[in-house]
């Protein structure tokens, strides 16, 4: 059952990554993301890590993403227009689905001779582990990829205003 419902898990998950990154409105993309983090969240609790799984849900599907579903109303983007014909998306996407199938056929015919030797300490995964590895060994690296991320916000605004700046000499 756990098996069934992983495999059904990670589909879904692969599935609403790709159309987040293939779906032309934005609003659309960030909402397969929530899809996708939900389907993430839901493999972290199959396997046995409920605390990683609740983050996933707080930070990543609240948090991250009301911030970029913000950051898309504020630029007011409207849907991307395509001008790639039939056959490249087909042929796209028929390149991706066989990428993928190797690498599940891959990964599944090297799990199924694996030997688990070990199981992990009944104290993995705590809360207060967790954040003691976050905010004592890990602190330079957690902040290093949030001034990251707020960089990355503040580029793309910048991108998007030199756009409209550009379009607005144009339009007189």
């Known amino acids: 059952m756990e098996t069934a419902l992983f495999a059904i898990l990670g589909l879904v998950a692969i599935l609403a990554a790709l159309l987040t990154i ?13 899809v996708t983090l939900f389907c993430v969240a839901g493999l972290y609790v199959l ?12 930070v990543y599907a609240g948090a991250v993403i009301v911030l970029i579903l913000f950051v ?26 066989l990428i993928l199938a190797a690498a599940f056929v891959s990964v599944m015919s090297g799990a199924s001779s694996a ?38 916000v503040i580029g793309a605004v910048a991108l998007i205003r030199k756009q409209d700046a550009e379009e607005t000499p144009d339009a007189r």
């Open 115 to 152: 030997v688990v030797t070990s199981q992990l300490p009944s104290e993995f995964g705590k809360v207060g582990d967790v954040g003691n590895a976050l905010f004592a060994k890990y602190l330079y690296a957690f902040e290093v990829v949030s001034v990251l991320l707020l960089l990355a």
């Open 72 to 97: 898309i109303m504020l630029l007011n983007l409207k849907p991307i227009e395509e001008h790639i014909p039939a056959g490249w998306k087909a042929g796209g996407i028929a390149v991706a689905v």
């Open 47 to 58: 396997l046995a890590a409920p605390f990683v799984a609740a983050i996933q849900v707080i």
């Open 22 to 34: 293939t779906s032309p409105a934005p609003v659309a993309s960030a909402l397969y993301l929530v």
